[in-house]
C-alpha cells in the first residue's frame, strides 16, 4: 500500500533544496528521470508503516503450503524436462536441503 505522501518534515524541504544547489533536478522517483532528488515513495497504510511482513507474509503465516527459511542460501533451483521449476536445492545451519513444489517457487534475498 503505497499512499500520498501527506507529511513533510523540515528536514525534508533542506534535503531538497541541497540537491537543487548542486545542480540536480526534484524529480518524480516514478518517473522516467532516476537522476536527481525526490520526496520518497513510502509504503503507508491507515497512517502506519505497511511492512513486506504485514502486506504478504502474515495474512499467509497460517497456510500449510508457504514456509519460510531464514538465513538460508540456495544453491540450485531444479528444474523438469518442461523447464518447469519444481524445487529448489538450499544451504541450512550447516546442512543441504532440498525442497520440493507442486505449483510455485518464491526466492527472496535481501532486506
Known sequence: SVEDKSW????LH???AAGQQLGYHIIDPNGPEMIG???PDMTIKDGWRWTTAEA???????RRNLH???NAHVTQIMFDQNKRAVGVRFDHKGESKTALVKR????S???
Open 104 to 107: 510455485e517457487i518464491i526466492v
Open 109 to 111: 534475498g535481501g532486506a
Open 56 to 62: 504478504y507474509l502474515k495474512p499467509a503465516a497460517d
Open 8 to 11: 513533510y518534515s523540515p528536514i
Open 14 to 16: 533542506g534535503f531538497l
Open 37 to 39: 532528488f525526490s520526496v
Open 68 to 70: 519460510v527459511v531464514l
